[in-house]
């Protein structure tokens, strides 16, 4: 069986030690992983590679590197090392295990506008399949409100460093996202609604999203003159996702949903980042392309209402094909622990390893406009990373080490497997 | 394609590009999809030659397979004639120990659900009288490699029979493999929904104790078999007359008679025995009572799971249980008991109060203490992961070759059923597939079901190739 060694601890500090307590947040690690398989995802695979991380970024990759002095050394031969597995459609601590009703957070079903709440406010940083996802090579997720509302609020783009606030969990520097839902779920949860409130069908829909983003520039306009209105923070995040200063998450399934909101859309002038869920995406990915809208999507599931029936397990590779960037999101805090093997049967249907591998790491970092910053083992990225003892596509493979920032959030030797965990 | 006599049914279909409606898919596709009708048995032959069989029961071996008349007569090196699989893995397709396909089509479209009747304690209701074979879901499934499933009612208390079917086949007759196949009964929070429903454990236990205590025979026949005979055969003289609920009993005992590999004359017997006063739900419980109708008992929490082994000890049943997400914290008593588990599904996460200590290697736990266990993956669109589920309880410890057989033949020998393994005198059921059937990357080529190649086309493969250009 093969194992990880630890050689060369030179650095106090830097590649924790064994203990029960999960690794300090933050710390700047300087590391060199050794001998390890690289898939980088942004370039050709590197057998026997070395990575070289100071100051939690990666700052060489190669093979034959020479070993800088006085760096910690992780012998990685025989693995797999990988991205961060980035996961864009996550309700993990909005709705914390274990379920029910005192831990559903996730959608503030009061009115179907509400631009002004913020995942990260109903955060818990202590749901233990946080610790899960850790164990399963995740390293940056986007938690989103649910989608029983048109607009239903802020976005949290995280890292999963371990932490007892959300504040040291926040990826610094992220551009802000913005949960939408169009389709059969702001239909049922509004259909019936007191009065002003009330929704009942697509066209309805898309007229109240209309009404809603000409009110936000209205009220920009009445902010000008001498006697402003107060300020309202709903209209404010509108003007900002018009101003493109927000990126779209749009929750969608069917074809024509996810074309009627580029009504709306493109009248206003904003875009749409990533189209979740997007069960269609295959029927018009030619316009999704167009817009340059991400898809992210799963593998295989379909089927659970009328229009999530036309899912089929081709979507992503011909989202693929016609130039879209395909992501695969997990929307589950059970699927987001293997999304590697989510990733894996895509391969079943047609796509390319490398391509599958892009579902879960360069693909998603672009959907979230961080592909600069994650998604990649380049120079300059973050060092969030994954080591596996096989290739990530066979069932048997096993997370061996997660990194964040250079610094180890999970470690199997150090951690034990997450089975039993609470 | 080159496949004998049956195999070359699909050879020429090809998929229709036509832009028809959706409201046509939906409808008409089921039709469209040219499921071959499963005629004669007798013309269900075929044979392959150079392939890896996994038989199903943890052994491997090369060679070839005949299936005559639709089952199999011969496997292994000595079959040397017939299609050449080029060295291709040839295994006995997945076996569902535990799910509802086939009786829900859209689940938040509440006209098409008929996974559960409206009463709480609704033992007469079976599953076959609800299977819809052309659901949409099958051919999905069969697709990725499902053949079998065992198809089961929701969430009640006593929710009634189920049936194990074929997923090819355009009646449930066709489809049918055995029913009933066993008599569904929910512990936990599970049990609490339905009318007139109890709303606590303790009330679900007194209702179930309550029930089985009612079942129970009169003074006179306790125990006494012979007398019961006695009675049955007298009593079936006078009723062949009168008696509509026995025509529904005859149905049953037909079916078992035709679909039952073992123990024929048994379940044939129980169908009809006490008859009379009784309600057809109350004849269904008394066979559970006299163990002549199996009870499967879903419990996930490690206290429900003893509260069904001290029932089934207490009432003397044949039982299994299902789920048993905790199973593993008691993995000492169910193996005392010699219980059998339909375990999963596997990917059971500690999410909800009944599930705090699920873990990925409570399938490995229990196999190690001793447990039978076949792997289940409930639902109906996806079941399709069933392999992946049993990969997964593989990589936590379970032994590869008993998390193959825990997806194959397992459940269906449960139930003495010769189904799931690759052997002579099982039905000639089997699935191409290129490598192992564990891995998620593994993609399966072709499907045979009991002697007839199936075709590769679902409602899936009807839309990626109507929009593979698009127009």
Same mark, same amino acid.
């Not at chain 1, 610094?172 to 509004?190: F, S």
């Not at chain 1, 074809?255 to 029927?283: E, M, N, P, Q």
């Not at chain 2, 409808?27 to 013309?43: C, D, I, K, N």
């Given at each position: 069986?093969?194992?990880?060694?630890?050689?060369? @601890?030179?650095?106090?500090?830097?590649?924790?030690?064994?203990?029960?307590?999960?690794?300090?947040?933050?710390?700047?690690?300087?590391?060199?992983?050794?001998?390890?398989?690289?898939?980088?995802?942004?370039?050709?695979?590197?057998?026997?590679?070395?990575?070289?991380?100071?100051?939690?970024?990666?700052?060489?990759?190669?093979?034959?590197?020479?070993?800088? $002095?006085?760096?910690? #050394?992780?012998?990685?031969?025989?693995?797999?090392?990988?991205?961060?597995?980035?996961?864009?459609?996550?309700?993990?601590?909005?709705?914390?295990?274990?379920?029910?009703?005192?831990?559903?957070?996730?959608?503030?079903?009061?009115?179907?506008?509400?631009?002004?709440?913020?995942?990260?406010?109903?955060?818990?940083?202590?749901?233990?399949?946080?610790?899960? $996802?850790?164990?399963?090579?995740?390293?940056?997720?986007?938690?989103?409100?649910?989608?029983?509302?048109?607009?239903?609020?802020?976005?949290?783009?995280?890292?999963?460093?371990?932490?007892?606030?959300?504040?040291?969990?926040?990826?610094?520097?992220?551009?802000?996202?913005?949960?939408?839902? #169009?389709?059969?779920?702001?239909?049922?949860?509004?259909?019936?609604?007191?009065?002003?409130?009330?929704?009942?069908?697509?066209?309805?829909?898309?007229?109240?999203?209309?009404?809603?983003?000409?009110?936000? @520039?209205?009220?920009?306009?009445?902010?000008?003159?001498?006697?402003?209105?107060?300020?309202?923070?709903?209209?404010?995040?509108?003007?900002?996702?018009?101003?493109?200063?927000?990126?779209?998450?749009?929750?969608?399934?069917?074809?024509?949903?996810?074309?009627?909101?580029?009504?709306?859309?493109?009248?206003?002038?904003?875009?749409?980042?990533?189209?979740?869920?997007?069960?269609?995406?295959?029927?018009?990915?030619?316009?999704?392309?167009?817009?340059?809208?991400?898809?992210?999507?799963?593998?295989?599931?379909?089927?659970?209402?009328?229009?999530?029936?036309?899912?089929?397990?081709?979507?992503?590779?011909?989202?693929?094909?016609?130039?879209?960037?395909?992501?695969?999101?997990?929307?589950?805090?059970?699927?987001?622990?293997?999304?590697?093997?989510?990733?894996?049967?895509?391969?079943?249907?047609?796509?390319?390893?490398?391509?599958?591998?892009?579902?879960?790491?360069?693909?998603?970092?672009?959907?979230?406009?961080?592909?600069?910053? #994650?998604?990649?083992?380049?120079?300059?990225?973050?060092?969030?990373?994954? @080591?596996?003892?096989?290739?990530?596509?066979?069932?048997?493979?096993?997370?061996?080490?997660?990194?964040?920032?250079?610094?180890?959030?999970?470690?199997?030797?150090?951690?034990?497997?997450?089975?039993?965990?609470? | 394609?080159?496949?004998?006599?049956?195999?070359?049914?699909?050879?020429?279909?090809?998929?229709?590009?036509?832009?028809?409606?959706?409201?046509?898919?939906?409808?008409?596709?089921?039709?469209?999809?040219?499921?071959?009708?499963?005629?004669?048995?007798?013309?269900?032959?075929?044979?392959?030659?150079?392939?890896?069989?996994?038989?199903?029961?943890?052994?491997?071996?090369?060679?070839?397979?005949?299936?005559?008349?639709?089952?199999?007569?011969?496997?292994?090196?000595?079959?040397?004639?017939?299609?050449?699989?080029?060295?291709?893995?040839?295994?006995?397709?997945?076996?569902?120990?535990?799910?509802?396909?086939?009786?829900? /089509?859209?689940?938040?479209?509440?006209?098409?659900?008929?996974?559960?009747?409206?009463?709480?304690?609704?033992?007469?209701?079976?599953?076959?009288?609800?299977?819809?074979?052309?659901?949409?879901?099958?051919?999905?499934?069969?697709?990725?490699?499902?053949?079998?499933?065992?198809?089961?009612?929701?969430?009640?208390?006593?929710?009634?029979?189920?049936?194990?079917?074929?997923?090819?086949?355009? &009646?449930?007759?066709?489809?049918?493999?055995?029913?009933?196949?066993?008599?569904?009964?929910?512990?936990?929070?599970?049990?609490?929904?339905? &009318?007139?429903? =109890?709303?606590?454990?303790?009330?679900?236990?007194?209702?179930?104790?309550?029930?089985? /205590?009612?079942?129970?025979?009169?003074?006179?026949?306790?125990?006494? /078999?012979?007398?019961?005979?006695?009675?049955?055969?007298?009593?079936?003289?006078?009723?062949?007359?009168?008696?509509?609920?026995?025509?529904?009993?005859?149905?049953?005992?037909?079916?078992?008679?035709?679909?039952?590999?073992?123990?024929?004359?048994?379940?044939?017997?129980?169908?009809?025995?006490?008859?009379?006063?009784?309600?057809?739900?109350?004849?269904?419980?008394?066979?559970?009572?006299?163990?002549?109708?199996?009870?499967?008992?879903? %419990?996930?929490?490690?206290?429900?799971?003893?509260?069904?082994?001290?029932?089934?000890?207490?009432?003397?049943?044949?039982?299994?249980?299902?789920? %048993?997400?905790?199973?593993?914290?008691?993995?000492?008593?169910?193996?005392? %008991?010699?219980?059998?588990?339909?375990?999963? =599904?596997?990917?059971?996460?500690?999410?909800?109060?009944?599930?705090?200590?699920?873990?990925?290697?409570?399938?490995?736990?229990?196999?190690?203490?001793?447990?039978?266990?076949?792997?289940?993956?409930?639902?109906?669109?996806?079941?399709?992961?069933?392999?992946?589920?049993?990969?997964?309880?593989?990589?936590?410890?379970?032994?590869?070759?008993?998390?193959?057989?825990?997806?194959?033949?397992?459940?269906?020998?449960?139930?003495?059923?010769?189904?799931?393994?690759?052997?002579?005198?099982?039905?000639?059921?089997?699935?191409?597939?290129?490598?192992?059937?564990?891995?998620?990357?593994? %993609?399966?080529?072709?499907?045979?079901?009991?002697?007839?190649?199936?075709?590769?086309?679902?409602?899936?493969? /009807?839309?990626?190739?109507?929009?593979?250009?698009?127009?």
């Amino acid at each position: 069986m093969w194992f990880l060694t630890f050689v060369a @601890l030179a650095a106090p500090g830097a590649a924790a030690a064994p203990s029960a307590a999960p690794a300090s947040p933050v710390q700047p690690a300087r590391l060199v992983i050794d001998n390890a398989t690289v898939l980088t995802i942004s370039g050709p695979v590197i057998v026997d590679g070395t990575v070289i991380i100071e100051g939690g970024r990666i700052r060489e990759v190669g093979s034959g590197l020479p070993l800088p $002095a006085g760096f910690p #050394v992780v012998d990685a031969r025989g693995g797999y090392l990988m991205p961060g597995i980035i996961d864009v459609h996550s309700h993990m601590g909005v709705y914390s295990w274990p379920g029910g009703s005192g831990t559903d957070d996730g959608n503030e079903a009061v009115e179907a506008f509400t631009p002004r709440v913020w995942a990260g406010d109903s955060f818990d940083p202590e749901d233990p399949a946080l610790a899960r $996802a850790r164990a399963g090579g995740v390293t940056t997720i986007q938690v989103l409100p649910g989608s029983a509302n048109l607009v239903g609020g802020l976005s949290a783009i995280l890292k999963l460093r371990p932490a007892r606030t959300i504040e040291p969990m926040l990826f610094a520097g992220a551009p802000r996202g913005i949960k939408m839902a #169009v389709g059969e779920n702001p239909k049922r949860v509004y259909r019936n609604a007191p009065d002003d409130d009330q929704l009942q069908t697509r066209m309805g829909l898309f007229a109240a999203l209309r009404a809603r983003f000409q009110a936000a @520039l209205d009220y920009r306009t009445a902010r000008t003159r001498k006697e402003p209105p107060a300020r309202d923070l709903d209209a404010e995040t509108l003007l900002d996702v018009i101003d493109g200063k927000i990126r779209v998450n749009l929750h969608g399934y069917r074809a024509y949903d996810v074309v009627g909101f580029y009504r709306v859309a493109d009248a206003f002038g904003f875009s749409v980042a990533i189209f979740h869920h997007a069960l269609d995406a295959y029927k018009v990915r030619d316009i999704l392309v167009a817009h340059g809208t991400a898809v992210a999507t799963w593998p295989d599931w379909w089927g659970f209402k009328l229009e999530a029936f036309d899912g089929i397990p081709w979507n992503a590779q011909m989202v693929h094909e016609a130039g879209g960037t395909a992501i695969l999101h997990s929307d589950s805090a059970d699927h987001v622990q293997r999304l590697n093997f989510e990733a894996a049967k895509l391969v079943r249907y047609g796509m390319s390893e490398s391509e599958a591998l892009r579902t879960i790491t360069l693909n998603p970092a672009i959907g979230l406009g961080l592909a600069d910053r #994650v998604g990649a083992i380049a120079p300059g990225r973050d060092a969030d990373l994954v @080591l596996y003892d096989r290739h990530p596509f066979d069932i048997y493979t096993q997370v061996q080490l997660t990194w964040i920032d250079g610094a180890p959030v999970y470690d199997r030797e150090r951690d034990g497997v997450p089975d039993g965990q609470r | 394609m080159t496949v004998s006599a049956t195999g070359c049914l699909m050879a020429n279909v090809k998929p229709g590009k036509y832009p028809v409606s959706r409201r046509a898919l939906l409808g008409g596709l089921g039709a469209a999809m040219l499921v071959p009708r499963w005629t004669a048995a007798a013309s269900s032959s075929y044979s392959l030659k150079n392939a890896r069989l996994l038989i199903g029961d943890g052994t491997e071996v090369r060679g070839g397979l005949r299936v005559e008349a639709g089952l199999i007569t011969a496997v292994g090196p000595e079959v040397t004639s017939g299609e050449d699989l080029g060295g291709a893995v040839l295994w006995p397709g997945m076996y569902n120990s535990g799910c509802d396909l086939g009786l829900v /089509e859209v689940d938040q479209e509440g006209g098409t659900r008929d996974d559960a009747d409206g009463a709480a304690v609704s033992p007469q209701v079976r599953v076959v009288d609800a299977y819809n074979p052309r659901s949409l879901a099958i051919a999905v499934s069969r697709f990725d490699g499902v053949v079998g499933a065992l198809v089961l009612p929701g969430d009640r208390l006593v929710a009634g029979q189920g049936a194990w079917l074929r997923t090819l086949g355009d &009646t449930v007759d066709d489809a049918l493999i055995q029913a009933p196949a066993g008599l569904v009964v929910r512990l936990g929070r599970g049990g609490l929904s339905g &009318t007139d429903a =109890p709303s606590s454990r303790m009330g679900a236990a007194a209702k179930l104790r309550e029930l089985l /205590e009612n079942a129970e025979d009169d003074d006179e026949d306790v125990g006494r /078999e012979e007398g019961w005979r006695k009675k049955r055969r007298l009593r079936s003289r006078d009723e062949d007359e009168d008696d509509d609920e026995d025509d529904e009993e005859d149905r049953d005992e037909d079916d078992d008679h035709e679909d039952d590999h073992e123990d024929d004359d048994e379940e044939g017997e129980a169908a009809d025995v006490g008859a009379g006063e009784l309600s057809p739900g109350d004849r269904v419980l008394r066979q559970v009572r006299r163990g002549r109708l199996k009870v499967l008992i879903a %419990a996930d929490r490690a206290s429900d799971l003893l509260v069904a082994l001290s029932i089934i000890d207490e009432f003397k049943l044949d039982a299994m249980l299902l789920g %048993a997400a905790e199973g593993h914290l008691v993995a000492g008593a169910i193996a005392e %008991a010699g219980v059998p588990v339909l375990l999963g =599904p596997v990917t059971t996460q500690p999410s909800s109060f009944d599930t705090l200590n699920a873990r990925y290697d409570n399938a490995a736990l229990l196999h190690r203490a001793g447990v039978r266990l076949a792997i289940r993956a409930p639902g109906h669109h996806n079941i399709r992961n069933l392999n992946l589920d049993a990969g997964l309880a593989a990589r936590a410890g379970l032994p590869p070759e008993v998390a193959l057989a825990a997806i194959t033949g397992n459940g269906p020998g449960f139930f003495g059923l010769k189904v799931g393994l690759l052997r002579p005198g099982y039905e000639g059921t089997c699935v191409l597939s290129d490598g192992d059937p564990l891995q998620p990357r593994t %993609a399966h080529r072709r499907v045979w079901v009991r002697g007839v190649e199936a075709p590769m086309v679902s409602y899936q493969t /009807e839309l990626r190739d109507r929009f593979r250009s698009l127009w």
